[in-house]
């Protein structure tokens, strides 16, 4: 069959199919969905967490150096996430996305991306200087925080597939993560108004401030939670 038939026969596949979906409570495995149109609704909050300026990185230090930044921040990133109760669904170069699930997923994910500010701030940034003390380079990182209704469908081909997540959280998500000059941690007013008392506030005083984004609210902070 020609590949153009091929194309149509399958788009049309695609598009003339009944889903088939299931309500879920926990994060699905790779194995739980299959390529046809099936999938897993559940309530989830996706966090992104991203490495600011990697392009700048890469174009004035050596691979190797910007190979460890990559990988320091990027195993930072994902040890506090699963300590935290999440999982690490996806890799994009310098960011990783991960998913919270279940009672208090939005302070879960909340007190990871200010962990994730403190091991940066005071355990990654110092070890790069005292390896490399000629070295002007920090590492400077955001983290985007929503939560909404998804769709995790499986996409792709026969042997060369991924999870995909479908909903407003994780385009949110990703937004919120490339926002540059302002806080560390930016998470939405739906995940705000869920949030337990220590991520919300240290000895009566607030940790996130307001801004307008979109024409919506987000909150942004700078503070750190220890690790």
């Known amino acids: 069959m020609p590949l153009a038939d091929d194309i149509k026969s399958e788009v049309t596949n695609i598009l003339r199919t ?3 979906l299931r309500e879920g409570r926990d994060v699905p ?3 739980a969905i299959i390529l046809g149109n099936d999938g897993v609704t559940l309530d989830a909050v996706v966090l992104y967490a991203d490495l600011v300026d990697s392009s700048g990185l890469v174009a004035r230090e050596s691979a190797t150096f910007a190979a460890e930044i990559y990988k320091c921040y990027l195993s ?3 040890r506090i996430i699963r300590d935290n109760g999440g999982r690490i669904t996806a890799f994009d170069g310098d960011r990783v996305m991960a ?3 279940g009672d208090g997923k939005n302070s879960a994910a909340t007190r990871t991306a200010l962990r994730i500010n403190k ?3 005071e355990i990654v940034n110092p070890a790069i200087k005292v390896r490399y003390p000629q070295t002007t380079y920090a590492i400077d ?3 985007g925080i929503d939560g909404s209704k998804v769709l995790v469908a499986k996409t792709g081909i026969r042997g060369s597939n991924d999870l995909v997540w479908v909903g407003t959280a994780p385009n949110t998500a990703a937004k919120l993560c490339t926002l540059r000059g302002g806080f560390p941690s930016w998470i939405t007013s739906g995940v705000y108004a869920m949030l ?3 991520v919300k506030e240290s000895s009566g005083r607030p940790m996130w401030e307001a801004r307008t984004w979109n024409g919506t609210t987000i909150y942004g902070s700078g503070w ?3 690790v």
């Open 18 to 20: 009944n889903w088939k």
């Open 196 to 198: 337990a008392n220590d």
């Open 29 to 31: 495995e790779d194995n």
């Open 224 to 226: 750190m939670y220890a």
């Open 141 to 143: 990182h955001v983290v």
């Open 99 to 101: 998913v919270f699930v």
């Open 119 to 121: 091991a940066i701030k």
């Open 76 to 78: 930072t990133a994902c």
